[in-house]
């Protein structure tokens, strides 16, 4: 008799039945039977947005300088459009518009962020301050170590703060796969990823969004089908 305590296979079932003869097999499972068995989570959001409002998203690395500046502009194009797509502001202010603004006013590093939006014609702001990005670890190394994290702030431009409570802004990280690649191209490549992803996360803290369940390893369905 097969005993198994992490993983139960209702009998009657057919996944469970074949996901016992694969096992049994020793074959590997196809991904389909896999997401079938662990389908995606879904996650609700950490903060959700006042409704009705324009919305302008400020990447800033004021303390923390990007060496590669263009993501700040990938950063924000993808998190307008996320917010624009799920309905979940009114508007948002294009980028291009911040970046004038920075040129055309000498004080722009010493301005609010809330005085920010305001110029720009927004409600609120999703500041987006800048902690680490790094695509490796050394300029010669061939081993790409893609980091990027942040820190978010939610402002209204008339009164302030509205989340977190912390005034330095909730933390979101992604760290990608190390990989070895020799192409000129790839530190381009890497840090359109990077910035892809945290603009996922990023949206991903104020609307329901889906993740993968944590999957069993290989070596603890064996053991225990072998139990």
Same mark, same amino acid.
């Given at each position: 008799m097969i005993r198994r305590k992490k993983f139960v296979f209702r009998a009657g079932t057919l996944a469970g039945s074949v996901m016992a003869i694969w096992l049994l097999a020793g074959c590997q499972l196809p991904l389909a039977l896999i997401e079938m068995m662990?389908?995606?989570?879904?996650?609700?959001? @950490?903060?959700? +947005?006042?409704?009705? =409002?324009?919305? +302008?998203?400020?990447?800033?690395?004021?303390?923390?300088?990007?060496?590669?500046?263009?993501?700040?502009?990938?950063l924000a194009d993808k998190v307008n459009k996320l917010l624009v797509e799920k309905k979940l502001v009114a508007g948002t202010i294009p980028f291009d518009k911040l970046i004038d603004l920075k040129n055309s006013e000498p004080e722009f590093n010493r301005l609010a962020v809330s005085t920010v939006g305001k110029k720009l014609g927004a409600d609120l702001?999703?500041?987006?301050?800048?902690?680490?990005?790094?695509?490796k670890d050394t300029p010669l190394d061939t081993i790409w170590r893609g980091?990027?994290?942040? =820190?978010?702030? %939610? %402002?209204? %431009?008339?009164?302030?703060? +509205?989340?977190?409570?912390?005034?330095?802004?909730?933390? @979101?990280?992604?760290?990608?796969?190390?990989?070895?690649?020799?192409?000129?191209?790839?530190?381009?490549? +890497?840090?359109? =990823?990077?910035?892809?992803?945290?603009?996922? =996360? %990023?949206?991903?803290?104020?609307?329901?969004?889906?993740?993968?369940?944590?999957?069993p390893k290989e070596k603890d369905i064996d053991s225990e089908i072998n139990r």
């Open positions: 662990f389908p995606k989570e879904k996650i609700p959001p @950490v903060y959700t +947005l006042p409704p009705g =409002k324009t919305v +302008l998203v400020f990447p800033d690395d004021i303390l923390n300088p990007l060496s590669y500046s263009p993501v700040k502009r990938m702001v999703v500041y987006i301050s800048n902690d680490e990005f790094r695509l980091r990027f994290s942040v =820190k978010v702030r %939610v %402002v209204d %431009v008339n009164e302030g703060r +509205l989340w977190p409570d912390e005034s330095a802004g909730f933390p @979101v990280k992604i760290v990608e796969p190390i990989t070895e690649s020799s192409s000129r191209d790839y530190s381009r490549q +890497l840090a359109e =990823k990077l910035a892809e992803g945290m603009g996922e =996360k %990023v949206c991903g803290l104020f609307c329901d969004h889906y993740v993968d369940r944590a999957r």
